[in-house]
Each structure stands twice: as C-alpha cells, then as structure tokens.
C-alpha cells in the first residue's frame, strides 16, 4: 500500500532531523578529537600538522595516571557493593509481597527520576558532618544512592522470569537459602547481573554531580578532574583538555561497547511472558 504525501513528507523530515542531529554530534567531537592532535589551528578547516604532545602533556600535568587508578577505585568498588545489595534486593522485591511495597518502589524510582544535583547537595552536607565526604569513602557512599536503586530495577524483571518451581526443587533437595541463592540463581541471573553492573559501571564513570560534591583533592575521577582541567585558575592549552577528553571518551566508550554486548533491552524494560 504507497504511503500518501503527507506521511512522505512526515518521514523525510524526521530523517532529515535525526540525520542533522548525528552529523552535528560526530562534527562535535570529531573537532575535539581533530584539535587534540593539531599544533596550531587558525582561520583553517584542519590544523596545518599534528602532534601527540598533547596528549603527553595530559598525561603528565593533569596527572592521569592518578586519576585513572582512583577513577578503576571507585568504580570498581560502586559496581561490586552495588551487586551485592542490589540483587539480593531484588530478589526480596520480585518474591515477596508486603505493605507498602509500592511506596517502597516509588522511592527507588526517585534517585533515578530526580536530578542527582537535587539530592547531592544535602546528601553531600550530611557526608561531610560526618566526616565521610572529601574521600575515597563519600565518593563511594554518594554514588551508591542511585546505583543500588538502578540494580534493583534492572534485577527484579530477571528474578520474575525464573520459575519459582526451581527453587522449590532445589528445596526438596535439601539447598538452604545461601546454597539455593549461590548455586542456582545467581547462575541464572548471570545475564541480568552483568547487564546491571556494566550499567553501573559506564554509569559511575559519568556520574559528575554526585562525585563532584563529595570528592577531594585525592578522590577525583576522570569526569571531575576533566571540569577541573577547564575551569581551574591558569591559563592551559585547549589541546591538551581536549586530549584529556578524548581519554574520557575512550574510556566510556569502551565499557559502554561491553555493556551493549550483555544488555538485552527488552528484558530490562518489561518482563518476558511466560
């Protein structure tokens, strides 16, 4: 059946739409990523030659090494503490019914829903008045807030499409709740445990107001020492932020390709029909 003009019409403007929206975004960072590289750039459509001293000077002057490590420390230690409440979590969630279990729903939903910079400010005051933030810990802490709720949302679909009838088998066999937990769910929820913590990961990395409010002067990871980088006194070339962007791009895209390589949409979103 030949669509009419007007749905012709409606289809080649939201192609053109969302052509010019991707054309705008590789312009964007393929400048950043072109500027990273070139020594000078003036009054031309590419830089004249190019140099990886930037990237050096990155290296060295913004101390990235550092910065990596405490960026792996902190990530690491939010997706880890993260599995371990969050599937557990869901787990209770998705098998047992209670009161108020709406309500209880409704507030894991809202460090999700809310903009962290909302809750991160009084969050961050009661981390400091108890002498948790400006470190390794209150960074931790304060990521942790919409991290174990995110856990628990992608978790709970995943623990509802087991069949209860296994673990009841797994009970006649005589499998306590550790054992039965350990030895045959979680091989079950394998997939949904790594889409879930790879989330976490690539979501732990771009977290910029939480970590930001709560970090220090040692605590700082990638995204906040990159705003650091712009916006500290001094006057520094544009190369070499836009170098030390590149690495934070690099290092997102990296661990947002794995997490796309476990992720199955549709089981996140809703769960499968029996």
């Known amino acids: 059946m030949r669509r009419s003009i007007g749905e012709r019409l409606w289809a080649t403007a939201v192609w053109t739409l969302v052509g010019f929206f991707i054309l705008n975004l590789l312009a964007m960072i393929g400048a950043v990523v072109v500027n990273s590289f070139g020594t000078r750039w003036f009054n ?18 913004f101390g990235l090494p550092d910065i990596l490590l405490v960026t792996v420390e902190v990530v690491g230690a939010v997706v880890l503490l993260s599995g371990l409440i969050g599937v557990p979590a869901a787990y209770a969630m998705a098998r047992r019914n209670f009161p108020g279990k709406p309500a209880v729903m409704l507030l894991f939903l809202l460090p999700l829903l809310v903009p962290p910079i909302t809750y991160g400010i009084p969050l961050a005051t009661v981390l400091y008045q108890a002498h948790l933030a400006g470190n390794m810990s209150g960074v931790i802490l304060a990521n942790l807030v919409p991290t174990v709720p995110f856990v628990i949302l992608i978790m709970i679909p995943f623990v509802e499409q087991i069949d209860p009838r296994v673990e009841a088998a797994a009970r006649v066999f005589g499998a306590g709740l550790g054992r039965l937990f350990l030895q045959v769910l979680v091989p079950l929820l394998t997939p949904g445990i790594l889409a879930a913590l790879l989330l976490v990961l690539v979501r732990t990395i771009a977290m910029f107001e939480l970590t930001f409010l709560t970090a220090g002067p040692t605590s700082q990871t990638l995204v906040v020492a990159l705003y650091y980088a712009v916006f500290a006194a001094g006057v520094r070339p544009g190369q070499s932020i836009d170098a030390m962007a590149v690495v934070y791009m690099i290092t997102t895209l990296v661990w947002l390709l794995i997490a796309l390589r476990f992720v199955n949409p549709s089981q996140i979103v809703t769960r499968a029909k029996q």
């Not at 031309?44 to 002057?61: D, F, I, K, Q």
């Open 44 to 61: 031309t459509w590419l830089p004249p030659s190019y140099t990886g001293r930037w990237y050096a000077m990155a290296w060295n002057e």
